[in-house]
T-cell receptor, first 115, second 109 residues
Framework: QKEVEQDPGPLSVPEGAIVSLNCTYS??????FMWYRQYSRKGPELLMY????GNKEDGRFTAQVDKSSKYISLFIRDSQPSDSATYLCAMSPELTSGGSYIPTFGRGTSLIVHP | GAVVSQHPSRVICKSGTSVKIECRSLDFQATTMFWYRQFPKQSLMLMAT?????????EQGVEKDKFLINHASLTLSTLTVTSAHPEDSSFYICSARVGFGQGTRLTVV
């Protein structure tokens, strides 16, 4: 079993739909949880990051962490064609002494929002 | 801050030559940077951890003599792919803190 499991999709939704992206994990030491968006042939762009359990909202994006179930989610409201990309979840147990994360990534979910 | 800049974004080189990729932290100092490789439709694979002022730490299976990493300052790490072969063609991405560079598409012909 991989440390982080993420369905690769593709997930195809109509414009305006609510999108739910999810990851499960097995390492209970993970404390930091991130969601990245990656367009084709570009580096990942950080969307959200949360520490421990709970919800975090930023515009149309909401991240949820349920540590008891080892399950994290990213919700996108009012999805747009420009949201079409690969979404990667990532998680890390702790910061390094230099203040960096060493994340473990999911394989990414390909999202297609069609007009 | 977590703005990371990577250069070049795309490079084509001949088999047997070496290619250098630069990764810079723009708004912070990074004692640690990370280098990833990504294959099509796959997640990021950590290659090595770049440590300022000391040797890089390589992941299992990554040839340190082939992928030379230098982290000479708190804002710059470089990855040099030496004696490149077509199988080294890939997308290379650097990271520091939660930021990622734009990635470098390397094609070896």
């Amino acid at each position: 079993q991989k440390e982080v499991e993420q369905d690769p999709g593709p997930l195809s939704v109509p414009e305006g739909a609510i999108v739910s992206l999810n990851c499960t994990y097995s390492n209970s030491a993970f404390q930091y949880f991130m969601w990245y968006r990656q367009y084709s042939r570009k580096g990942p762009e950080l969307l959200m990051y949360t520490y421990s359990s709970g919800n975090k909202e930023d515009g149309r994006f909401t991240a949820q962490v349920d540590k008891s179930s080892k399950y994290i989610s990213l919700f996108i409201r009012d999805s747009q064609p420009s949201d079409s990309a690969t979404y990667l979840c990532a998680m890390s147990p702790e910061l390094t002494s230099g203040g960096s994360y060493i994340p473990t990534f999911g394989r990414g979910t390909s999202l297609i929002v069609h007009p | 801050g977590a703005v990371v800049s990577q250069h070049p974004s795309r490079v084509i080189c001949k088999s047997g030559t070496s290619v250098k990729i630069e990764c810079r932290s723009l708004d912070f100092q990074a004692t640690t940077m990370f280098w990833y490789r990504q294959f099509p439709k796959q997640s990021l694979m950590l290659m090595a951890t770049s440590n300022e002022g000391s040797k890089a730490t390589y992941e299992q299976g990554v040839e340190k003599d082939k992928f030379l990493i230098n982290h000479a300052s708190l804002t710059l790490s470089t990855l040099t792919v030496t004696s490149a072969h077509p199988e080294d063609s890939s997308f290379y991405i650097c990271s520091a803190r939660v930021g990622f560079g734009q990635g470098t598409r390397l094609t070896v012909v």
